[in-house]
């Protein structure tokens, strides 16, 4: 299957590695000579903030103090010209659903990470032929539970992967700040995403912090350190969760779970975790057997190779 690609990096690096697909990676400046030049079976575009070097960047989210870009409206346009597909993760439900449920006016089929969405696209949009949920996939080539090279320094540490965002999701940071207290007298390492602002750690103590790592090379890093901290951005959603934490369990890592689930039945992959909600919690966590963690089920449901077997319905 050969896909017209518009997405992060994370997601282009995925997709890359899976047998049997071809990307196009459409250029915002070149785009028409691309589709011209290669016979896509597919386009497909994530709700991406930058893109692959950062060509994407602001003209797909959409903010107020920007200009509305119309370049992925004229590309859709003419993927409808040539009966070429369309299809639009919003891989950013529902936390940025405003800045991105703009784009599904131009596309055929819309994928949302959030199961509560899929009714209010099909009202918005009465154009699209289908609307289905769709959560983080892994590429388990990249990352598996084959233990391999780790980094020794981080043995007995407790790991958290991430920026702190404490402005824009005050309640997330506040979980994650109280496990850096409950965990005060262990190593506590976080590998931060900023080097400063608002969404970094770097005004705040009590834990070693480094600059994140090279995608390509988290296996070694999530395979590392006692115990790791998930915790995702929504609180509330079934369907949900970060790209880190089913990274993660399908490297077969110890994780503890830190989100504040707002209802009884939580998210799809919380029962392979070990789920931890005040200090108390998280110091007795420690002590607990993690859940066995089935790679197969994980493999089946989650991974690349299913991502393309449902977009290739589409075709």
């Not at 896909?3 to 028409?32: C, M, N, Q, S």
């Not at 070990?274 to 420690?286: C, G, P, Y």
Request: proline share 3%.
């Amino acid at each position: 299957m050969k896909i017209g690609l518009i997405a992060d990096e994370f997601t282009t690096t995925l997709l890359k590695y899976e047998h049997g697909l071809e990307l196009v990676l459409i250029d915002p400046d070149f785009w028409r000579m691309q589709l011209c030049c290669h016979q896509i079976d597919i386009l497909l575009v994530e709700s991406a903030w930058l893109g692959v070097k950062g060509k994407w960047r602001k003209k797909i989210a959409c903010y107020t103090d920007v200009k509305p870009d119309n370049t992925l409206e004229k590309i859709t346009n003419y993927c409808r010209k040539k009966s070429i597909k369309t299809v639009f993760w919003n891989k950013e439900d529902p936390v940025h659903f405003q800045r991105f449920a703009h784009n599904l006016a131009w596309f055929d089929v819309c994928l949302t990470t959030e199961e509560s969405l899929v009714a209010e696209y099909k009202q918005r949009y009465t154009q699209l032929e289908t609307v289905a949920v769709m959560p983080f996939f892994f590429q388990p080539k990249l990352h598996n539970p084959k233990r391999g090279e780790q980094v020794n320094r981080l043995a007995q540490d407790i790991i958290f992967c991430g920026g702190l965002y404490k402005q824009e999701f005050p309640e997330r940071a506040e979980r994650l700040l109280m496990a850096i207290d409950a965990f005060k007298d262990k190593e506590f390492t976080v590998f931060d995403r900023f080097n400063q602002g608002n969404n970094s750690w770097a005004q705040h103590k009590g834990f070693k912090r480094e600059q994140a790592f090279n995608y390509i090379d988290s296996k070694k890093y999530y395979q590392s350190g006692h115990t790791h901290i998930n915790v995702n951005t929504c609180d509330g959603s079934k369907t949900m969760f970060s790209r880190r934490m089913l990274e993660l369990l399908a490297c077969g890592t110890r994780v503890i779970d830190i989100t504040k689930h707002k209802h009884k039945h939580k998210g799809v992959l919380s029962h392979l975790t070990i789920q931890a909600n005040s200090i108390t919690d998280l110091k007795k966590s420690l002590d607990k057997s993690a859940p066995e963690i089935p790679f197969d089920y994980l493999e089946e449901n989650y991974s690349v190779a299913n991502f393309t077997k449902k977009l290739s319905h589409y075709i």
